[in-house]
Structures are given as structure tokens and as C-alpha cells.
């Protein structure tokens, strides 16, 4: 049973830092690309950061570019975000998803296994 298990949220101030972590278990992460989605109350579900099978490619929603870094440790099969310079915007269910796939797609529907989500809550 594959399962990926999202760690790390919790409730934080505007300017904080926080890192999220994405442990799988059930499948090997090697060779597949991961990402990092988000879902506010009321609005669509959408693509945070996502990254390639060699993690040398990423791609960040324009919002979080420069305050978010996501990265991966395949030794540990596990997924990583980190969170800097929260911005009450940025309250909000993240997910991890992974993708049975070596690239990066920007389209959730390409995701094949995914988290239960953890809840970041930025105050302000």
C-alpha cells in the first residue's frame, strides 16, 4: 500500500519559516518526479513547487518563487519544502503528490499517489 505521509504544518507567524516533509512508503520515489500542491478553503487545489527525478529541475508557483525551496533525499524517500518569509496568503491543506514520471508537470491530474495534506495557518 503506497502511502505518503505530510509532516511539518502547524500554526505560524507572518515572516516565520517552516519545512514541510513528505515521507513515502509502499514505492521507491527514484525516478519520479514529485511536487508540492495546495488547497485554500473555497479555491482550487494548485501546483506549490514541484521537482524532477534527478532533482535538478524545479518549478515554483510565481507567488512562492524566492521563499519556497523544495527538494528531495531519495535515500530517505522523502520529499521536502521549505517555507520562508510566510505570508498570511500562504495559509492553506499541502499536499504532496508523486508522479509516475521522470518530469515535472504542472497539472494535478498527473500526479498518481498522493498525501492526506498537513495545514499551515500563517497569522498575521
Known amino acids: 500500500q503506497v502511502q505518503l505521509i505530510e509532516s511539518g504544518g502547524g500554526l505560524v507567524q507572518a515572516g516565520d519559516s517552516t519545512r514541510l516533509s513528505c515521507e513515502v512508503s509502499?514505492?521507491?520515489?527514484?525516478?519520479?518526479?514529485m511536487g508540492w500542491f495546495r488547497q485554500a478553503p473555497g479555491k482550487e487545489r494548485e501546483l506549490v513547487a514541484a521537482i524532477d527525478w534527478s532533482g535538478h529541475t524545479t518549478d515554483y508557483l510565481d507567488s512562492v518563487k524566492g521563499r519556497f525551496t523544495i527538494t528531495r533525499d531519495d535515500t530517505k524517500n522523502t520529499m521536502y519544502l521549505q517555507l520562508n518569509s510566510l505570508k498570511p496568503e500562504d495559509t492553506a491543506n499541502y499536499y504532496c503528490?508523486?508522479?509516475?514520471?521522470?518530469?515535472?508537470?504542472?497539472?494535478?491530474?498527473?500526479?498518481?499517489?498522493w498525501g492526506q495534506g498537513t495545514q499551515v495557518t500563517v497569522s498575521s
Open positions: 503528490a508523486c508522479r509516475n514520471s521522470r518530469e515535472i508537470s504542472l497539472d494535478k491530474m498527473e500526479y498518481q499517489d
Open positions: 509502499g514505492r521507491t520515489i527514484y525516478g519520479n518526479a
